[in-house]
């Protein structure tokens, strides 16, 4: 096992552990976290620095602090940041339908995932929010242009490691190209052989979370 693979390695072990020793299952523990169960798998795979704020739904989930999932860090320690261990589980709260559309505000980066040929595919995307729809620009016969594959997700999200706070939006529905010619001409003109894709999702879901330090 090399160097770079051995924290994705420990965390994929404590998430593991933690599962047998709670008797949940690992379809229940993503979906209670918001997420379909490759996508945690991904997460597990790729690591602490893939989706902080994943692993920060996760360790709600899990009723552990976020840096004894991530790190393995006892509560008396002290953590990353240099301040004082956590006090106890984060607290993890649903995130209204409006709510969710506010932090997404009209538009910033995100991720779009779906299923593709050879699997579950998750890009980066530069998104515009327009009448309750996502829009996005990509090449057409790139893995996140309309076609096969069923409905996409979109998710967006924030951590921030000093405050131990953070928040994620997840929108899941069908794709389709933005067609209207008064739209087209407002929005600006995607890159060479790129189009406009519309996601208009069917399900709105989304948590925040923070965690407590001791008084």
């Known amino acids: 096992m090399t160097t770079e693979h051995a924290p994705a390695a420990a965390l994929a072990r404590r998430f593991a552990d933690r599962l047998a020793d709670l008797g949940l299952t690992e379809a229940q523990a993503a979906a209670r976290a918001g997420m379909s169960t490759a996508y945690l798998h991904r ?7 893939f989706d902080p704020p994943a692993l920060l739904r996760l360790s709600a989930v899990l009723a552990l602090e976020y840096e004894e999932l991530v790190a393995g ?3 008396e320690r002290v953590d990353r940041t240099g301040g004082p261990a956590l006090a106890g589980p984060p607290v993890l709260r649903e995130l209204g339908v409006a709510e969710c559309w506010q932090r997404l505000g009209v538009g910033g980066l995100g991720r779009i995932a779906r299923t593709g040929p050879e ?3 998750v890009r980066p995307v530069g998104y515009l929010v327009h009448e309750h729809a996502v829009l996005y620009r990509t090449t057409e016969d790139g893995s996140l242009a309309p076609g096969p594959g069923g409905d996409a997700a979109f998710e967006v999200d924030r951590a921030d490691r000093d405050l131990h706070e953070g928040w ?3 929108m899941v529905g069908p794709l389709e190209y933005v ?3 008064a739209l087209l001409a407002e929005l600006p003109e995607p890159a060479a052989h ?3 894709v519309r996601l208009t999702p069917t399900t709105v879901t989304g948590r925040s979370i923070r965690s407590a330090r001791p008084h």
Not at 43 to 49: A, H, I
């Open 43 to 49: 997460v597990l795979e790729l690591g602490p620095d």
């Open 73 to 75: 860090r006892p509560a």
């Open 168 to 170: 994620s939006v997840l």
């Open 179 to 181: 067609t209207e010619p």
């Open 119 to 121: 699997g579950p595919v």
């Open 194 to 196: 790129g189009r406009w």
